[in-house]
């Protein structure tokens, strides 16, 4: 299987807050954004997969600054780390008036999606990523832990398995 760059990824999408994705503040719903994000990251890995994916978990999402109507949003999503069925997708979000202002970073989130054999309704394998800016194998390398966390939350993994997670702490128990 061969292995691609998170670039090779990479998937955006923009939409413009209408009157019907805002409540009585004039602001966008949360679950509305939720929805763009898990729409774009589903895009992102089912082209990495190359096959159809649904969504396994996402992790938490906090809303820093209201999106108000007639904002534009941009949703970029790469994959940060697969495994063997499994991908986690990093999903930033940035807002800008129609009017050309500067985007400000809204949130970001990690959704993780699993490709499913449509005839079967199995997971399939899917191919490795190989991350190359900072930051990208910042994502890589701190994933691990992430999924260990996901699925002790999932009830998949005991706590006491979680080698990633534990080591974290360790290391902070050491400098204290
Ligand atoms: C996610 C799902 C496909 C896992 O299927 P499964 O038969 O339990 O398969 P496995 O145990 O082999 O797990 C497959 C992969 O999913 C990952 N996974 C399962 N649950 C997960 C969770 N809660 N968080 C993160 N990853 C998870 C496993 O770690 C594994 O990854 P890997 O192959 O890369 O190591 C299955 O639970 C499912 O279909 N869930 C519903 C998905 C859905 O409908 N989403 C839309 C919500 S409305």
Redesign the pocket.
């Known amino acids: 299987m061969n292995i691609k760059s998170c670039n090779d990824t990479k998937t955006t999408m923009t939409e413009l807050v209408l009157p019907n994705d805002t409540n009585v503040l004039g602001n966008l719903f949360g679950g509305r954004l939720m929805q763009w994000m898990d729409i774009v990251g589903a895009i992102c890995a089912s082209k990495h997969a190359e096959a159809q994916t649904?969504?396994?978990?996402v992790d938490n999402i906090s809303f820093d600054s209201p999106i108000k109507l007639g904002d534009v949003v941009t949703l970029e999503a790469q994959v940060s780390r697969?495994?063997?069925?499994?991908?986690e997708v990093y999903i930033e979000v940035h807002t800008n008036r129609i009017t050309g202002q500067e985007k400000v970073k809204s949130n970001h989130a990690y959704i993780?999606f699993?490709a499913?054999d449509i005839e079967t309704?199995?997971?399939l394998?899917?191919a490795k990523i190989k991350p190359e800016t900072k930051e990208e194998i910042q994502r890589y390398e701190s994933a691990n832990r992430r999924?260990e966390i996901?699925?002790i939350?999932?009830k998949?993994l005991k706590p006491k398995d979680a080698k990633e997670v534990i080591d974290f702490f360790a290391e902070f128990a050491e400098e204290e």
């Open positions: 649904v969504t396994a978990s697969a495994w063997n069925s499994s991908m993780t699993v499913i309704g199995k997971p394998p899917v999924k996901r699925l939350l999932g998949r």
